[in-house]
C-alpha cells in the first residue's frame, strides 16, 4: 500500500474488536504483515489463540493483572500507564516492519489516562507512510475523530449483558 490510512472502530456495541480482528486477518490472508495490540484486555481471547498461529501476525505482550478501571489503584494505574509507554514505545519501533496495526481498545487507555494521548497523535501522524493502523474504543476524543480515514460506530441496541448473561467462551471471550 503506498498511503495507509487510520480505521476507527467506536460506539457502545459489541464488535468493535471483532470487526478489527477480522480486517487483521484479512490483510494476513493476502500476506501482509499484521500487528496486534490490545489495551485494558488480559490477552485471552479465543482470536488470539488462532491469529498468532499465523507466521506473519504479531501479538505484543499484554498487561496480566489488568482490572476494571473503576477498580483500579492510583498503583494499578500508575503501574498500566507504565506498561503502556513502554509497549507503545515497542509498537512506535517495530512498526516499520508491519503493514497493519491493530491498537485494540488504545481509545480507553488514552481517555483513562492510561497511555499519553500525544504519544499516540504523533505515532499516527508520523507512521510509515504505508502503514494502516485500526483502532477501537469507545467515545474517541475529537481529535483522533478528525485524523480518522474510516470511522465505523456499532451501536449497541440490545445485550444479553442486561439479562444478566455472562461473556460466552468464544463467543464474547
Not at 140 to 160: H, Q, T, V
Request: some cysteine; charged content about 25%.
Amino acid at each position: 500500500m503506498e498511503q495507509g490510512l487510520i480505521h476507527l472502530y467506536c460506539g457502545d456495541g459489541k464488535g468493535k474488536t471483532t470487526a478489527a480482528m477480522g480486517l487483521c486477518l484479512r490483510a494476513a490472508g493476502q500476506g501482509l504483515g499484521v500487528g496486534i495490540a490490545q489495551f485494558l484486555k488480559p490477552g485471552n481471547s479465543g482470536e488470539l489463540k488462532i491469529l498468532e498461529e499465523i507466521q506473519n501476525i504479531v501479538i505484543y505482550p499484554f498487561l496480566k493483572s489488568v482490572k476494571f478501571t473503576l477498580t483500579m489503584t492510583h498503583e494499578d494505574r500508575k503501574q498500566a500507564y507504565e506498561f503502556y509507554t513502554a509497549l507503545f514505545n515497542r509498537i512506535k519501533e517495530s512498526a516499520v516492519n508491519l503493514d497493519v496495526l491493530l491498537l485494540d481498545e488504545a481509545v480507553s487507555a488514552v481517555t483513562e489516562n492510561l497511555l499519553d494521548a500525544d504519544l499516540l497523535y504523533d505515532f499516527l501522524q508520523n507512521r510509515p507512510q504505508g502503514l494502516e493502523v485500526i483502532i477501537t474504543g469507545r467515545n474517541p476524543p475529537e481529535r483522533l475523530m478528525d485524523m480518522a480515514d474510516y470511522i465505523s460506530e456499532i451501536k449497541m441496541i440490545r445485550n444479553p449483558y442486561d439479562k444478566g448473561i455472562k461473556a460466552r467462551k468464544g463467543i464474547e471471550l
